[in-house]
């Protein structure tokens, strides 16, 4: 990628670290910022704003440090994968958000902006959902904080994603089907913009990962930063220094961007992001944005996005639907262009592989997503013996069980 050679980005990872980052106008070196129609600007700045006043003030702190805690499960536990360590030939050691409440890290995030939103005196929450993760996690907020909640979800992901809309409505939350656009998360994700521009004052968009126009980056950043800063603090206590790398999957990029900030300053930690390499590198046949895409904006924000050459945004594959997104947060978009975060990509086959793999050997049955994670930590491990890896485990798996009934259950072919 010709990012990296860009004046502009010297100096940005000390920023960065500095917490300087993202600057005034929502700025991660060249990526980010707002590239949003006029009616949405006073909602963000008056969300920008709160956020400012509100996010780190002690008392917002505390009743987020009791949820977390009483509700959410944390602090999520670190566990030694000791049979995979001897297989693989390095210390494996993983970090559980699949033990957090509705089985993966979006709690942090879901949990986090609902008390946001509760503050800045919203009446409703609307949020967009892709595999009705993060729909399940903020109609689970919702419910926790006595706030109706509003998800927006394609009509195609709908149908794929059945259980997840059940689970919504047992959760007390009105799913909208979006059949505008190609009726899957992009199109999803402009119906909800759509509803917080017709009601902004009265309405809080809860938005799921580390994408979209300022303050939205930097504000699930901060929410999920969580899932390192406990890592860290466990991996010293646990075995007295820091880990050689730290892996995690990158979809929108938000389980990574919380395990990766601590470490950030930690330059001997070698840290890598893993973006679903689907069937092929082929424009189409994954959701590799870093590795494939070039910069462009999607959804209010300036970031590498998959495009072909006219610009047009393409329609991605993978086998796991959390991953299958054209862009990725911003931060990512800056961390790969000054070489801090190396980005590679696991191919379904290889994740599926990862969760057979963490099944057997660990009695830990990992989300698709987290498993590319895994297969990354596996090359790593093979090429690095004696070594140490930290995976962020970023939820648990039984919500693809129609998936792995398909592929890794199905009869061998005769
Ligand atoms: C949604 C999801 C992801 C991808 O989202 P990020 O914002 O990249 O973290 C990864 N793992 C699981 C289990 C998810 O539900």
Redesign the pocket.
Known sequence: MSVAALPETQGLLEALIAGQLPDARGRFGPFGGRYVPETLIPPLERLARGVREHLHAREFQAELAAQLTSWVGRPTALTHAARLSGRWGAQLWLKR??LAHT????INNAIGQALLARRLGARRIVAET??G??GVASAAACARLGLPCTVYMGAVDMERQAPNVGRMRLLGATVVPVTSGDRTLRAAIDEALRDWVSDPLGTYYLL????GPHPYPYL?REL?AVIGREARAQMLAATGRLPDAVI???????????AFHAFLADGAVEIIGVEAGGRSPKLGDNAATVAYGRPGVLHGTYSMLLQDADGQVQETHSV?A??D?PGV?PEHALLAAIGRVRYETASDAESLAGVRALSEYEGILP?I??AHALAAAERWARAHPGGTVLVCL???GD?DMPTLQQTLLAAPAS
């Open positions: 958000e699949d089985g993966a890290h979006k892709g595999a993760q993060h799921g990962s580390v994408v699930v999920q995690a999957c990158v979809g929108g990029g938000s389980n990574s961007i919380g796991s959390g991953l997104y947060g989300a997503e987290s970023s939820g648990r919500k």
